[in-house]
């Protein structure tokens, strides 16, 4: 590292023997890379290997058609707010190649790019998600798996990550069929985060990301008809920080592995307060529906922040503002 140089760098699996060492702490969320979420549209001078990491979007074990459009609404297209302003609501419904499709057409164009690539995976049962793990073991094109445990279980039609026991029940199962590093992803519509959080730690998860989208919806009212076609969808953006904020701060204080904040970042102010509650890294998800140059962005701004503030190394922060007290 060159003198004068800020050390961003993290490890997401120190525990694991792989690692999963990442140059800088700024991820592309899973659903939000490019149009597509595959990355269709990203521009060809945009060089990926800038960022710590990228995840394309969740695989399913079955091709899926997603739900009826409209299938997202950024309100900003009505009220000419400013991005970082707006209510963002999706309900994409999974559209994905499934996947085999994943596997045979896109890891292989994922292996040829500079830069770390993370499978998001969801499945409808614990032997699903095992089956799927067990399916990626010696593909080329990603360096980690991440678990999108916001996907109901078809036994209970309960979502995985509504329940410690199923979300122990998928990690375990994906553990056992895969040795590549393990995000697992939480939602964050739960009355306590903690037992949920712990589970995923016990069952061998290598870092939390927390967290996904918030059931919700809105109605125009000239049209008198919801927004979405599927109704209701997810809430995401500016609304969605302080929820998942809070969730990070608590996931820390329970947890002893790396937690990934996300929800709502559009700047590195935004991005600052979950490393600064104790995440070691973030992803951006809804920023890239705005503008694609987004993470970019906020790596540049957040390496001017620490600059101005005189840290040398990004772990100086990270937890600065948990105080000792548990909340
Ligand atoms: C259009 C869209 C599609 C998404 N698709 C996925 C997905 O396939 N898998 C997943 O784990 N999260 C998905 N998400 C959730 C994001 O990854 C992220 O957790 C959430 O949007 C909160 O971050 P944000 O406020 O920065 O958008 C999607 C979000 C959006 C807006």
Redesign the pocket.
């Known amino acids: 590292m060159a003198k004068g140089e800020i050390d961003l760098s993290v490890d997401l699996a120190p525990r694991h023997s792989h690692h999963l060492r990442l140059d800088n702490p700024v991820m592309i969320?899973?659903?939000?890379f490019g149009y597509d979420?595959y990355g269709r549209g990203i521009p060809e001078e945009m060089d990926l290997g800038q960022l710590g990491a990228v995840i394309p979007?969740?695989v399913t074990r079955w091709p899926r058609e997603g739900n009826p459009e409209p299938r997202?609404y950024p309100s900003s297209y009505r009220e000419g707010r400013e991005a970082g302003e707006c209510v963002?609501l999706?309900s994409?419904g999974?559209a994905n190649p499934g996947i085999e499709g994943a596997l045979v057409n896109l890891a292989p164009v994922w292996a040829q790019w500079n830069a770390t690539v993370i499978l998001?995976l969801s499945a409808a049962s614990v032997g699903e998600f095992g089956e799927m793990a067990a399916m990626t073991r010696g593909v080329p094109g990603f360096q980690a798996l991440e678990l999108?445990l916001?996907c109901p279980n078809i036994e209970s039609g309960a979502l995985f990550s509504h329940s410690a026991e199923l979300t122990g029940a998928a990690v375990e199962a994906v553990r056992r069929n895969s040795d590549l590093p393990l995000l697992v992803?939480l939602a964050p519509n739960i009355p306590d985060i903690s037992p949920i959080a712990q589970s995923a730690a016990q069952a061998g998860a290598d870092a939390l990301t927390i967290?996904?989208?918030l059931p919700a919806m809105t109605i125009d009212v000239t049209s008198r008809t919801p927004v979405l076609g599927a109704i209701t969808g997810?809430l995401?953006?500016p609304g969605?920080?302080p929820v998942s904020l809070a969730l990070v701060y608590r996931a820390v204080q329970v947890v002893d592995l790396p937690i990934i904040g996300?929800?709502?970042?559009f700047s590195a102010e935004d991005a600052l307060q979950y490393l600064m509650a104790g995440a070691t890294a973030v992803?951006?998800?809804?920023?890239n529906?705005a503008d694609l140059w987004a993470p970019v962005n906020i790596l540049c701004q957040l390496e001017g922040f620490l600059r101005g503030e005189g840290v040398g190394n990004l772990k100086e922060i990270i937890g600065a503002a948990q105080v000792k007290a548990p909340v």
């Open positions: 969320a899973s659903g939000t979420g979007k969740t997202w963002y999706n994409i999974l998001s999108n916001s992803k967290s996904n989208t997810g995401s953006g969605l920080q996300v929800g709502g970042i992803q951006i998800g809804s920023a529906l």
